[in-house]
């Protein structure tokens, strides 16, 4: 029958080894020969990585009869025509500990459909059922399982029988098993859970309360009915790290320990600020580029690249918002956001690739780019999460000031939900441009010429003195300056510190270079990324005397800097920079009239407008 469901079967069968074994059944078989593939890359993650790669082995059986198997390209196997059900089983190696891989070991698994469930060519549409296995052993007892994927048969967090609409839901919602840490909270009506894997000692009460509160805020922004009707945090905890991939009803956000509050923690960390924010974009993302896609990934190709230059729109917007709604709803100050403001906009200005890689152009070329990121990148490109959301934040304060307070980006975004989201349309290249003229009535054809199809810098300091806030530029204090602060030096003090035009760090006990900047002191000296500096005027350079060395001298004079270039000795002859006021601090102005201060209430305060 041509609505016989698709039948998977997954199986931790080696967690030593680090391999699933994972089957799929079909019925009913393509009579030239049944064609099977696993996906290229994976919805959300915009690199090609051939998960084909980690399939260690793989047969096809009728029955107990076996069936030829035969690789057809990188990715795509064919078997050879048979008339009863066609089983096909692979052992895939899964050791990517990464919220885009699969992971297995003794103590716990974790894996995405695109890295595991073979694609049967033609029956994509077809529901699927998986059944997860267990690992075999007594050590294993005490596993569960958590997923947003729907439970056919067996307990609550329960092996057993799971199902989806079809493949592209499948593969939309990551498995993870073992034991884990499980809080639930209800949001505006929306069961919630948040799994949380690694060792941890979380005030579990305490992040239930903060993101109940986070999620019940995106889900009144949106102003309708939610399009899930359960949602789960899978959160991995290690030593260090941190990422976050977005699903339909779910997420997998990969933190360090140390960004989740302990019990006993009063107030928001930065580090809790940091995971608060990653856990509000993914969860944004629920609406914007799961529902709202662009057509390009309507459907998605699994086989190859889907370029759009729409990212700005859904990682920019998206990560605009992501830490807007913590203001909004009250888990961080306004003091906070505008730090966090400064900081991006201190990036922004610090990337000297902005003036050669529009973003519309990033985001086109987020395959061979923004995904694959070298020493050069700072000088060649520009990035559509961190542009992305100051365009976004640009276009809402334009669209507040246009229309003196009477539309914002929020009703652009349930705008583009109405038409785009709700329906399942893709949204065309020039989708977001449209909506976003039409909803507030606006020409803005020449703010997204500039902003997105041009180098030119964001009209930033203008737009935010409309809601009563100034932006100062001074140089950076020191290396781990991000911005967004006052310092105690004053900034004539810091302009007259020297600064090599590079970005170092240290590399077991030696002093590496990372990037050098365009035009800059060590680039105009000959230096490169990846050199060894040795020494500085005869005297020893290591990483923890470096900004001393470096501050006995002034902008303009000369020092000679040995290096190593791979193992060969080299010295350099290098003049040094004044520090760039590449450093913004956005703060409150005391002379704004009232007029501006009422209008940055109302966007940083904002709920939805009632329609
Ligand atoms: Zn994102």
Known sequence: MASDPVRYRIHPKSPEAHRFEVSVTVANPDPAGQRF????????????????????????????????????????????????????????????????????????????????????????????????????????????????????????????????????????????????????????????????????????????????????????????????????????????????????????????????????????????????GLASHEYFHTWNVKRIKPAAFTPYDLDRENHTALLWAFEGITSYYDDLALVRCGLITERDYLELLGRSATALLRNPGRTRQTVAESSWDAWIKYYRQDENSVNSGVSYYGKGSLIALCLDLLIRDRTRGRKSLDDVMRALWARYGRTGIGVPENGVERVAAEVPGLRLRGFFDRALRSTADLPLAQLLKTVGLALTLRPAESSSDRGGRAVSTPAPDLARQPTIGARVKQEGAELEIVQVFDGGAAQRAGLAARDVIVALDGLRATPKGWATLLARYRPGDAVDVVAFRGDELMKFAVTLDARARDTCVIAPEAAAPASASRRRRAWLAQGPRRA
Not at 142 to 169: C, Q, S
Not at 173 to 185: D, K, N, Q, S
Request: proline share 7%.
């Open 37 to 276: 593939a696993l996906p290229a890359w994976i919805p959300g993650s915009y690199l090609i990585r051939d998960f084909a790669r980690h399939v260690v082995a793989i047969h096809a059986a009728s029955g107990r009869r076996p069936v030829q198997i035969a690789k057809l390209d990188k990715h795509t196997w064919r078997a050879a025509p048979c008339s009863g059900p066609l089983t096909v089983t692979a052992e895939v190696y899964a050791w990517d500990l990464s919220v885009r891989g699969a992971h297995l070991d003794t103590t716990h698994g974790f894996f995405n459909g695109p890295c595991v469930f073979l694609r049967v060519l033609g029956a994509e549409a077809r529901p699927c059922e998986v059944e997860i296995l267990p690992p075999r052993g007594a050590r294993y007892r005490a596993w569960r399982v958590a997923t947003a994927m729907p439970r056919k048969r067996g307990p609550r967090h329960g092996f057993g029988l799971y199902a989806a609409a079809n493949y592209d839901e499948l593969i939309d919602h990551p498995v993870e098993m073992g034991v884990f840490a499980l809080g639930t909270f209800v949001a505006r009506g929306v069961p919630h859970e948040i799994a949380i894997t690694g060792r941890q000692d979380v005030d579990m009460e305490r992040l239930c309360r903060d993101l109940r509160r986070l999620c019940a805020h995106h889900i009144r922004f949106w102003g309708v009915q939610p399009p899930m009707d359960r949602y789960l945090f899978l959160v991995t905890a290690v030593g260090d790290g941190y990422g976050g991939l977005e699903h339909r009803a779910s997420t997998a956000l990969l933190c360090a320990r140390d960004d989740l509050p302990r019990r006993g923690d009063r107030g928001t960390s930065e580090r809790y600020r940091t995971f608060l």
